[in-house]
């Protein structure tokens, strides 16, 4: 069974849109942390052409949803949904921090991968993901957003439980604070932003699964402050 699904994520610095069209990914990236709105309707526009099919035509749609920037996720959690509901599409959801994830097993076949992204006020959201036999991802429930200092000693400690294979870093919570790699054995890659095209294999996971979200139903990933953005005027 191929599938065809869009991925749209615009939850950090980098715009992304990447195609799933029958066992071929077309995809468009930039980083611009201000003009999201404008650069991300013309990439989908853009993979659609090139692969000579409609939005009606797909099988879902993917987004990013967080955490990350809380404008970035708005903005691509909101035109997702306005995408979705044109086309009568179902919807998957995908971590920012997973996708993360599946960017360093593309490009250095490691399956064990710790993630931080800055996010500002000192902090970090991160998470410790490794992938299964199946190919499936394992710790979404180890996202949190925290101090530094304390992911360090979460990581210290598995790193020191497990040593039978070596982990990957990725995100730009690295570079934030070196000090987290301070005395560390993982190994470098070269991502640190998350891609659309690394939430195609997680997404067509899901959607084979039957594992979607209707438009009405999708909520967004922030991790920090939850309760009082949805205290905030007009949110309730």
Known sequence: ???RILAV???TEACSVALLCDGEIISRFAISPREHTQKVLPMVEEVLAQAGIKLNQLDALAFGRGPGSFTGVRIGVGIAQGLALGADLPMIGISSLMTLAQGVYRT???SRVLVAIDARMSEIYCA???RDEQGFWLGEETEAVMLPAD???KFTEVQFTEVQEQWSYAGTGWAAYPELLEG???NESLITLPAAQD????AEQ???AGKVIAVENVEPTYLRNEVTWKKLPGRE
């Open 9 to 11: 994520d615009t939850a």
């Open 184 to 186: 560390s054995s993982l």
């Open 206 to 208: 899901l959607w084979l």
């Open 199 to 202: 939430m195609l294999p997680i």
């Open 151 to 153: 992911f360090k000693a």
């Open 108 to 110: 250095t076949n490691s």
């Open 1 to 3: 069974m191929s599938s």
């Open 128 to 130: 410790q993901y490794q």
